[in-house]
């Protein structure tokens, strides 16, 4: 049984660009959250997804948005990038919303 | 809203001593509480939850948390560690149902466990 995966491993990309990460859920999960872990930090929550609608949302701006498709696969896209958005981005699956199973993370760079 | 606090940002110990990692958290409803690991490049994996019941929860790998509700705690411990627990160590809550903050889970800044041979 496949786990959380998601794509790309890294990413580098230079400010102002727009950037798009993926990610699919462990089998039998219907809800997606992605959380954003500056170095040295904790992660802090984006947003949360189920029936293919956003559900929760953190202290995040506008130009971080989202998606998840029929399948309960998801996108996470970020707009107009700083330098502040460099980060691991993680996704976590879930069934129930509170046991959620991470993703190995996509490590983005903004130079 | 939910915090939590990690007492200890870095915690050194040698190889088969005990060790405790302490968490404390806040919220003004009635949270789950869980304990991630997150080895070097990589993502975070459960390794332990506290959902209901036995205050005193264990992992398959000797980690044991016990919930305090009084003291708003949740500290994990092991008896004997092993240089393969060297890793960052995340307490995490989340609320039990509804409200604004339901689904999202609030994290400490992390507790670095080195473990010396």
């Known amino acids: 049984d496949a786990g959380v995966t998601q794509s790309p491993t890294h990413l580098i990309k230079t400010r102002g660009q727009q950037v798009t990460l993926r990610c699919s859920p462990k089998?039998?999960?219907?809800?997606v959250s992605w959380y954003q872990q500056a170095l040295g930090q904790g992660p802090q929550f984006i947003f949360q997804?189920?029936?293919?609608?956003?559900?929760q949302r953190g202290n995040f701006p506008d130009r971080f948005s989202g998606h998840q498709f029929p399948n309960y696969s998801s996108e996470l896209n970020v707009n107009a990038l700083l330098l502040g958005d460099s980060a691991l981005y993680l996704c976590?699956?879930?069934?129930?919303?509170?046991?959620?199973?991470f993703g190995p993370g996509t490590r983005l760079t903004v130079t | 809203a939910q915090s939590v606090t990690q007492l200890d940002s870095q915690v050194p110990v040698f190889e088969e001593a005990p060790v405790e990692l302490r968490c404390n958290y806040s919220?003004?409803?009635?949270?789950?509480l869980f304990w991630y690991v997150q080895y070097p490049n990589q993502g975070l994996q459960l390794l332990l939850k506290?959902?209901?019941?036995?205050?005193l929860v264990e992992s398959i790998n000797g980690f044991e948390a016990e919930f305090n509700k009084s003291q708003t705690s949740f500290h994990l411990r092991k008896p004997s560690v092993h240089i393969s627990d060297t890793a960052e160590y995340f307490c995490?809550?989340?609320?039990?149902?509804?409200?604004?903050?339901?689904?999202?889970?609030?994290f400490g800044q992390g507790t670095i466990l080195t473990v010396h041979p």
């Open positions: 976590a699956s879930s069934r129930n919303s509170y046991e959620q199973y």
């Open positions: 089998s039998g999960h219907d809800t």
């Open positions: 997804y189920y029936e293919e609608e956003e559900r």
């Open positions: 919220s003004s409803v009635s949270v789950y």
């Open positions: 506290y959902l209901s019941g036995s205050t």
């Open positions: 995490a809550v989340i609320p039990r149902a509804g409200g604004t903050s339901y689904g999202k889970l609030t």
